[in-house]
């Protein structure tokens, strides 16, 4: 007996400046599996931020046993990190997505042409589930990053930016797709204006090693994209078991502005003095003052982190022709 395979789209609706394109993709979904004669699938639209992380259990907690269930996450980074929360601790689940988000960052990691093979629903529903690894965070789990301080201030100013461009008339919602790296590097502008925040104290462990000073950021990065496409530690993979941390030391605010493209771009390495980076499988972050954090772009405050590579704790569905490839020049 052929095992079943159950298909549960996750939709993010802010991912779609018009709702036509949503329910084009409805349609679509509706469509292919007619044509296949399946019946085996459902589609939910998440109706805020978090909802998928409730739904997804509740939904598979009916199902046999012995069923796949394969997750879509049918929209940018934050779906597929709600997604990804959701699914943990379920037993025969794997993860897809289709990105019609910002940026994607996952999947840039693929072949850079290879985006619209993920929008294929014909090459999602037969393409095979890959281990990936992935990072616990605190209670939450990621897929490309964690990073605190300076970063994460950039991050939530970025998206401050974009939301009042939706708010907009259709002009200013289809430029907020367009612009997405511009309004990083706007947040980035705004964020140095955040003196107490570039001048932090830490400590952080890594694997039993200890860092103390100041720093404006300290970034954790499970893959290389960030942002769109920037990549500031350009080896980092979600398939080797380690993490990358980088840290910046602080400075003020003309050498941080200096020394951000630099950083966004991987060539960190030409500032040795400013630039530290560690590998590890476990990293411990503590400061007096409350750690503004950034997972995957979604904002979270806490009193102190821990981050924990988990190896191939995930089935990943790859629906590229050449596999992951990481950073490509």
Sequence with gaps: MDQIVKHLFIINPRSFWKKTYQN??????????????????DIHVSQFPRDAVGFI??????????TILRVYAVGGD????????????????????????????????????????????SQQYNAPAIPMDIMRCGNNYALNHCVV?????????????????????????????????????????GACSNKKLLNQRYEA???????????????????????????????????DGILDMLTLR????????????????????????????KRGRKIKIHSENILLISMDGIIFFESELDVEILPAAIKFVDASKHGYKGWRP
């Design 24 to 41: 084009q993709i409805v349609v679509g979904i509706h469509k292919f599996f007619k044509e296949m004669n399946n019946s085996e699938y």
């Design 250 to 277: 602080s400075h003020s605010v003309f050498q941080t502005c200096c020394l951000f493209p630099f950083y966004v771009s991987g060539h960190y390495k030409m500032f040795p003095r400013n630039f530290t980076l």
């Design 78 to 121: 934050g779906i597929l990190f709600d997604c990804l929360n959701g699914i943990i601790g379920l037993k025969n689940v794997e993860l897809a997505a289709i990105p019609y988000g910002y940026t994607n960052n996952f999947i840039r990691g693929f072949d850079k042409n290879e985006k619209n093979l993920f929008r294929l629903m």
């Design 57 to 66: 259990p509740l939904f598979a907690k009916d199902l046999p046993d012995t």
């Design 149 to 189: 301080g300076i970063e994460a201030e950039t991050v939530q100013r970025a998206a401050k930016i974009r939301e009042r461009k939706e708010k907009g008339h259709f002009l200013n919602r289809w430029l907020s797709r367009r612009w997405y790296t511009l309004f990083y590097y706007a947040g980035g502008l």
């Design 205 to 239: 462990n890594i694997d039993g090693e200890k860092l103390t000073g100041a720093y404006q950021g300290i970034s954790i990065f499970n893959s290389p994209y960030y942002g769109g496409n920037l990549h500031p530690v350009n080896n980092a993979m979600p398939n």
